[in-house]
T-cell receptor, first 114, second 112 residues
Framework: EAGVTQSPTHLIKTRGQQATLRCSPI?????VYWYQQALGLGLQFLLW???????NRGNFPPRFSGRQFPNYSSELNVNALELEDSALYLC?????????????FGDGTRLSIL | QQQVKQSPQSLIVQKGGISIINCAYE??????FPWYQQFPGKGPALLIA?????SEKKEGRFTISFNKSAKQFSLHIMDSQPGDSATYFC???????????FGTGTRLQVTL
Protein backbone atom coordinates (compact mmCIF):
# COMPACT_ATOMS: atom_id res chain seq x y z
CA GLU A 1 0.00 0.00 0.00
CA ALA A 2 1.45 3.36 -1.02
CA GLY A 3 2.05 5.88 1.72
CA VAL A 4 1.42 9.60 1.67
CA THR A 5 3.11 11.14 -1.35
CA GLN A 6 4.10 14.77 -1.74
CA SER A 7 5.34 16.78 -4.69
CA PRO A 8 7.56 18.40 -5.53
CA THR A 9 10.38 17.22 -3.28
CA HIS A 10 12.09 20.59 -3.46
CA LEU A 11 10.82 23.99 -4.52
CA ILE A 12 12.84 27.17 -4.87
CA LYS A 13 11.05 30.51 -5.07
CA THR A 14 11.84 34.16 -4.59
CA ARG A 15 10.17 36.63 -2.27
CA GLY A 16 6.71 37.70 -3.39
CA GLN A 17 6.10 34.65 -5.57
CA GLN A 18 3.45 32.02 -5.02
CA ALA A 19 4.05 28.34 -4.25
CA THR A 20 1.81 25.31 -4.72
CA LEU A 21 2.50 22.08 -2.89
CA ARG A 22 0.63 18.83 -3.49
CA CYS A 23 -0.27 15.83 -1.39
CA SER A 24 -1.86 12.45 -2.12
CA PRO A 25 -3.14 10.66 0.99
CA ILE A 26 -3.03 6.95 1.71
CA UNK A 27 -5.76 5.16 -0.22
CA UNK A 28 -8.99 5.19 1.78
CA UNK A 29 -7.96 8.17 3.91
CA UNK A 30 -10.23 11.20 3.70
CA UNK A 31 -8.45 13.54 6.13
CA VAL A 32 -5.38 15.51 5.08
CA TYR A 33 -3.30 17.65 7.40
CA TRP A 34 -0.58 20.17 6.59
CA TYR A 35 2.26 21.02 8.96
CA GLN A 36 5.20 23.40 8.69
CA GLN A 37 8.57 22.27 10.03
CA ALA A 38 10.81 25.31 10.18
CA LEU A 39 14.33 25.13 11.55
CA GLY A 40 14.26 25.40 15.32
CA LEU A 41 10.47 25.67 15.52
CA GLY A 42 9.35 22.05 15.45
CA LEU A 43 6.18 21.02 13.62
CA GLN A 44 3.42 23.59 13.53
CA PHE A 45 -0.12 22.71 12.44
CA LEU A 46 -1.29 24.60 9.36
CA LEU A 47 -4.54 23.17 7.98
CA TRP A 48 -6.85 20.16 8.18
CA UNK A 49 -9.18 19.06 5.38
CA UNK A 50 -11.73 16.29 5.48
CA UNK A 51 -14.29 15.34 2.82
CA UNK A 52 -13.38 18.45 0.85
CA UNK A 53 -14.00 20.87 3.71
CA UNK A 54 -11.54 22.87 5.82
CA UNK A 55 -12.02 21.58 9.40
CA ASN A 56 -9.39 23.51 11.30
CA ARG A 57 -6.72 26.10 10.74
CA GLY A 58 -3.53 26.86 12.66
CA ASN A 59 -2.15 30.25 13.62
CA PHE A 60 -0.89 31.23 10.17
CA PRO A 61 -1.72 34.27 8.01
CA PRO A 62 -4.42 34.05 5.29
CA ARG A 63 -1.79 33.86 2.54
CA PHE A 64 -1.52 30.20 3.54
CA SER A 65 -4.49 28.44 2.00
CA GLY A 66 -5.40 25.16 0.44
CA ARG A 67 -8.07 22.88 -0.81
CA GLN A 68 -8.99 19.24 -1.02
CA PHE A 69 -10.13 17.62 -4.23
CA PRO A 70 -12.89 14.98 -4.72
CA ASN A 71 -10.21 12.25 -4.81
CA TYR A 72 -9.05 13.50 -1.36
CA SER A 73 -5.70 14.79 -2.63
CA SER A 74 -4.83 18.24 -1.40
CA GLU A 75 -3.00 21.38 -2.39
CA LEU A 76 -1.31 23.94 -0.15
CA ASN A 77 -0.90 27.41 -1.61
CA VAL A 78 1.36 30.04 -0.15
CA ASN A 79 1.04 33.53 -1.62
CA ALA A 80 3.36 36.53 -1.33
CA LEU A 81 6.24 34.34 -0.16
CA GLU A 82 8.47 35.66 2.58
CA LEU A 83 11.95 34.52 3.61
CA GLU A 84 10.51 33.11 6.85
CA ASP A 85 8.34 30.70 4.82
CA SER A 86 11.45 28.62 4.09
CA ALA A 87 10.68 25.28 5.72
CA LEU A 88 9.80 21.64 5.21
CA TYR A 89 6.07 21.33 4.57
CA LEU A 90 4.67 17.99 5.67
CA CYS A 91 1.39 16.42 4.73
CA UNK A 92 -0.27 13.70 6.80
CA UNK A 93 -3.41 11.66 6.30
CA UNK A 94 -5.79 9.66 8.45
CA UNK A 95 -8.96 7.64 7.76
CA UNK A 96 -11.35 10.50 8.55
CA UNK A 97 -12.69 12.98 11.06
CA UNK A 98 -14.38 10.30 13.18
CA UNK A 99 -11.40 8.01 13.16
CA UNK A 100 -9.24 7.21 16.14
CA UNK A 101 -6.41 6.15 13.88
CA UNK A 102 -3.02 7.91 13.83
CA UNK A 103 -1.80 10.34 11.23
CA UNK A 104 0.78 9.10 8.74
CA PHE A 105 3.21 11.54 7.18
CA GLY A 106 4.77 11.97 3.79
CA ASP A 107 8.40 12.98 3.34
CA GLY A 108 7.57 16.61 2.74
CA THR A 109 8.32 19.39 0.30
CA ARG A 110 11.36 21.51 1.07
CA LEU A 111 10.46 25.11 0.20
CA SER A 112 13.36 27.52 -0.08
CA ILE A 113 12.80 31.26 -0.50
CA LEU A 114 15.66 33.24 -1.99
CA GLN B 1 1.69 29.10 23.70
CA GLN B 2 3.71 25.90 23.69
CA GLN B 3 1.37 23.20 24.96
CA VAL B 4 3.82 20.29 24.86
CA LYS B 5 7.28 20.73 26.33
CA GLN B 6 9.96 18.21 25.38
CA SER B 7 13.37 17.55 26.89
CA PRO B 8 16.23 17.13 26.41
CA GLN B 9 16.89 18.94 23.16
CA SER B 10 19.70 16.51 22.35
CA LEU B 11 20.88 13.23 23.81
CA ILE B 12 23.96 11.08 23.34
CA VAL B 13 23.74 7.47 24.49
CA GLN B 14 26.15 4.59 24.15
CA LYS B 15 25.14 1.49 22.24
CA GLY B 16 23.20 -0.81 24.53
CA GLY B 17 22.19 1.98 26.88
CA ILE B 18 18.74 3.35 27.69
CA SER B 19 17.54 6.52 25.99
CA ILE B 20 14.93 8.53 27.88
CA ILE B 21 12.99 11.47 26.44
CA ASN B 22 10.45 13.39 28.49
CA CYS B 23 7.39 15.43 27.60
CA ALA B 24 4.98 17.51 29.66
CA TYR B 25 1.65 18.91 28.58
CA GLU B 26 -0.73 21.57 29.83
CA UNK B 27 -4.03 20.87 28.12
CA UNK B 28 -5.95 18.27 30.12
CA UNK B 29 -8.23 17.71 27.12
CA UNK B 30 -5.43 15.85 25.33
CA UNK B 31 -6.38 12.19 25.07
CA UNK B 32 -3.91 10.65 22.66
CA PHE B 33 -0.12 10.81 22.88
CA PRO B 34 1.98 9.49 19.97
CA TRP B 35 5.72 9.48 19.49
CA TYR B 36 7.22 9.99 16.06
CA GLN B 37 10.71 9.16 14.78
CA GLN B 38 12.22 11.27 12.02
CA PHE B 39 15.35 10.52 10.02
CA PRO B 40 17.07 13.25 7.95
CA GLY B 41 15.27 13.85 4.69
CA LYS B 42 12.23 11.84 5.75
CA GLY B 43 8.88 12.61 7.25
CA PRO B 44 8.02 11.65 10.83
CA ALA B 45 7.06 7.99 11.26
CA LEU B 46 4.75 6.82 14.03
CA LEU B 47 6.69 4.84 16.62
CA ILE B 48 4.30 4.14 19.47
CA ALA B 49 1.26 5.83 21.02
CA UNK B 50 -0.65 5.77 24.31
CA UNK B 51 -4.00 6.91 25.70
CA UNK B 52 -4.35 8.31 29.25
CA UNK B 53 -6.23 5.28 30.61
CA UNK B 54 -2.99 3.29 30.41
CA SER B 55 0.15 4.00 32.48
CA GLU B 56 2.60 2.12 30.30
CA LYS B 57 2.78 0.66 26.82
CA LYS B 58 5.61 -1.42 25.44
CA GLU B 59 6.40 -2.35 21.84
CA GLY B 60 9.68 -4.16 21.40
CA ARG B 61 12.49 -1.97 22.72
CA PHE B 62 10.23 1.11 22.94
CA THR B 63 8.16 1.91 26.05
CA ILE B 64 5.92 4.87 26.82
CA SER B 65 5.37 5.71 30.48
CA PHE B 66 2.39 7.98 31.24
CA ASN B 67 1.69 9.94 34.43
CA LYS B 68 -1.74 11.53 34.12
CA SER B 69 -1.65 13.39 37.45
CA ALA B 70 1.71 14.97 36.64
CA LYS B 71 0.70 15.55 33.01
CA GLN B 72 3.93 13.96 31.85
CA PHE B 73 4.87 11.13 29.53
CA SER B 74 8.18 9.69 28.45
CA LEU B 75 9.75 7.45 25.84
CA HIS B 76 12.27 4.84 26.87
CA ILE B 77 14.42 3.14 24.24
CA MET B 78 16.03 0.03 25.69
CA ASP B 79 19.25 -1.44 24.27
CA SER B 80 19.73 1.65 22.11
CA GLN B 81 21.32 0.99 18.71
CA PRO B 82 23.15 3.26 16.25
CA GLY B 83 20.18 2.80 13.90
CA ASP B 84 18.02 4.55 16.50
CA SER B 85 19.92 7.79 15.89
CA ALA B 86 17.18 10.17 14.76
CA THR B 87 15.03 13.03 15.97
CA TYR B 88 12.12 12.04 18.20
CA PHE B 89 8.95 14.08 18.62
CA CYS B 90 6.28 13.64 21.22
CA UNK B 91 2.82 14.88 20.32
CA UNK B 92 -0.68 15.19 21.74
CA UNK B 93 -4.16 15.29 20.27
CA UNK B 94 -7.64 16.20 21.46
CA UNK B 95 -10.50 14.01 20.32
CA UNK B 96 -10.65 12.04 17.11
CA UNK B 97 -8.87 13.10 13.97
CA UNK B 98 -7.91 16.56 15.17
CA UNK B 99 -4.57 18.30 14.81
CA UNK B 100 -1.41 17.10 16.54
CA UNK B 101 0.47 19.44 18.87
CA PHE B 102 4.15 18.55 18.80
CA GLY B 103 7.02 18.93 21.20
CA THR B 104 10.15 20.62 19.89
CA GLY B 105 12.01 17.37 19.27
CA THR B 106 14.99 15.50 20.70
CA ARG B 107 17.97 14.68 18.57
CA LEU B 108 19.27 11.28 19.68
CA GLN B 109 22.74 10.04 18.81
CA VAL B 110 23.70 6.49 19.72
CA THR B 111 27.45 5.97 19.73
CA LEU B 112 29.38 2.72 19.32
Amino acid sequence: EAGVTQSPTHLIKTRGQQATLRCSPISGHTSVYWYQQALGLGLQFLLWYDEGEERNRGNFPPRFSGRQFPNYSSELNVNALELEDSALYLCASSPGQYSNQPQHFGDGTRLSIL
Amino acid sequence: QQQVKQSPQSLIVQKGGISIINCAYENTAFDYFPWYQQFPGKGPALLIAIRPDVSEKKEGRFTISFNKSAKQFSLHIMDSQPGDSATYFCAARTGTASKLTFGTGTRLQVTL
